[in-house]
């Protein structure tokens, strides 16, 4: 069970760290198009997103081993498979959006990343 806990606080503090770059691109949005910086920003961020849904994945693997930590797996399932799957689907999205787009498409992002 150790490792499962360690799984699943490097899981939060990835998930934390992706949401952190959400925020500073949201807030230095205005700058980041006039410099033509946005897809390298969304290449950070998808990143960041994957290694947080893959250490979540870990942390679903292990959970499975263990009979004591399987009432974590309906709590894990949605947030890796679901939330996790979304938000890496609203980055691609992100990818090909463009001007007006891009900030709402960005806010719904953040709001989804809170989720997972």
């Not at 691109?25 to 290449?43: I, N, Q, R, Y």
């Not at 949605?78 to 900030?103: F, N, R, W, Y």
């Amino acid at each position: 069970m150790e490792k499962l806990f360690a799984l699943l606080k490097n899981t939060i503090a990835l998930q934390t760290q992706a949401n952190g770059l959400t925020d500073n691109l949201s807030l230095h949005l205005a700058e980041a198009v006039t410099a033509g910086d946005v897809p390298k920003h969304l290449g950070v961020m998808s990143g960041a997103q994957q290694q947080a849904q893959d250490m979540g994945g870990s942390a679903l693997a292990e959970a499975g081993q263990h009979d004591e930590a399987k009432i974590y797996l309906s709590r894990l399932q949605p947030l890796v498979h679901g939330e996790m799957d979304l938000a890496a689907g609203q980055l691609l999205k992100l990818q090909s959006a463009t001007g007006d787009d891009l900030s709402p498409e960005l806010a719904a992002l953040q709001k989804r990343q809170v989720t997972s």
